[in-house]
C-alpha cells in the first residue's frame, strides 16, 4: 500500500474545534464506509509524523473528505486544523481496514453508536446510505458533550428526515433550553429505547474513545446482542 | 522523502550542535511509549529481585528495604529509539552498582525483567560504574504509572526502550540472551551516539 | 491515566505493508487462551517502538511487528492460528 499525494480543495470548519478536510486524490482507489487514511506530515528537516483518520465521505464522492478534531496539545491535529491551506498537499495511504466497514449490501437493520469524534466513519456510514437509497434501516445514536460539538448537526437532521433513518443525540456536559433529547451518557437504557431487539439482529457498529467503545459493546451485548454482530472502532482515550 | 508540509513543526525543537545523537529531535513534553497496560502493582506486593546465573536469588529488596538504599540525584540526557530525546533530566535512584554490590557473579550479561512481562537485555559493564539506576522519582515527584511507577531502570547512555520501565529485578546470564524488543529488530546494544537503533546498525 | 489502548484497526495500515490480505478481518486464535476473533480487536498499542497486538481476553501477546526505514519484523508466536477467508476457486 503505498503513499498517495491528495490536495486540499477546500476547507470546512465544523465545530469550533473540527474541521473537515476536502481532498482531491488523483489516484484514489476508492473506498468503503467505514475505511480509513494514514495521513503523513513531513517538516523541511525530514522529522515526520503520521495519524489515522476516518473518511467521512461516502464511497462515489467527488472529493476525499477527513473531518479532523483539533487536539489542543497534539502533535499533528493542530497543524491539519489550523495551518492546512487550500492548495496544500498531504501524504495519505488508504484506504485502509476492512473489519469496520458498511457496504449496504443486505437488509439487516444497522445501529451506529457514537461517541465524539467516533462519528466520523458512521457519517460515512450514514452518507452512503442515502447515496444507495437503501432501505435498511439505520439509526445513529450520538453522544457529544455539547450541542456546538455535534459534528454534521444539520446534515445528520436532513438525513435523519427520512422512513429508514433516525438520528439521536445525548449530550453529556449540557442541557440546552428546550432540549427534549436525552442526556448524560450511552447506557444500556438508551440503545434499548432508540435501537433493536437482539431478535431483529442489526449490524451495530460502535466508534469513539476507547472506555466509551468498551461501555457500549458490553451493553449490547448484555442486551442480547450476538458478538460478532457488535463492530468496534478505538480511537484512544481523546478520541482521535 | 516525497512531499514536504511547511509549517509542520510537530512538538519539538531544533538540536543544539553536539548536544543530541545523530537523528534525533528535542521534545518538550515526556512522551509516553508502552507495549502494554499499564501495570499497577501494589508497594506492599513489589520486590526487586536479583537472580545470578544459576538461577538463585542472589538478593531481594521490599519497597521499603529498596528505599532504604543509599540513592541519589542525577541529571541526565534520555534518547528513545522512536527520535525524541530530552536534556537534562532529573531523576533520584539507587545506582545499580549499589544493587550489585555484594553479588557474587562471573555473568557478564543481565536480563531486567519487569510487571506486564517487558525484558531488555544489557552488558554487565552498560549497568556499572555509574552508568545505571533503579530510578524512583522523575523531577522531584515519584514516578508516574504511566512512566514505569514505582521504579524504573534508566540507563541513559543507551536507547530509552533499555530503562525498563516497571522493573522488578535483573537476572544474571553468562550468555547473552535478547530481551522483547532485541529479538524483534532492536540492537542488541542500542548506542544513541552511534545511531544502533536496528540489527545490523 | 494515561491508556493508549486501541485495536487492530488502527494497526491495518501498517500490517497492510506486509500482507497481501486485509490481516485485521481475518481471525486469530490465541496460544495462550484460545481465544479467537478478528485482529481488529485485538487490543493495540502502538505507541511503542513497535507495534504489539494482545488478546483481547487473556492480555497474552499474540502479533508483534517492527518497522525501521527498510526492514520490518514480525512475530506471529502468539498466535496458535491465523484463519484467513480467500475468494472461492
Redesign the interface.
Known sequence: MRWLVGTVAETVPETPQAVTVHLDVPEWPGHRAGQHVDVRLTAEDGYSAQRSYSIASAPGAERLQLTIERIDDGEVSPYLTTVLDVGDQLELRGPIGGYFVWDGGDSRPVFLVAGGSGVVPLMAMMRHHAGLGSEADMHVVYSARTLADVLYRDELERLADHPHRGVTITLTREHPEGWTGPLGRVDAALLEAVGWPAWARPRCYVCGPTPFVEAVADALVGLGHTPTDVKTERFGPTGG | MGIVNPGFGGRRRQPGAGLVPPGQYLVDDFPVLSAGPTPQTALEDWDFTVVDETGAVAARWTWPEFRALPAEDITVDIHCVTKWSKLGTHWRGVPVDTVLDGVETSAEFALAFCDGGYTTNLALEDLLDGRAWVAFAYEGSDLEPEHGAPARLLVPHLYLWKSAKWVRGLRLLAEDEPGFWEGLGYHNRGDPWRQQRYWGD | ??????????A??RL??LFVF?V??ARTTCAGCGDAR?L??L?A?L????A?L?CATC?A?QL???R?PD???L?LRGVHVLEVDLPPG
Do not use: F, I, Q
Open positions: 491515566m494515561h491508556d493508549a489502548r486501541l485495536d487492530g484497526n488502527a491495518a495500515g497492510a505493508e486485509d485485521t478481518v478478528p481488529a480487536e487490543h498499542y505507541e511503542a517502538p513497535g504489539v494482545r492480555g501477546v508483534r511487528m517492527v525501521s526492514r520490518a519484523w512475530d
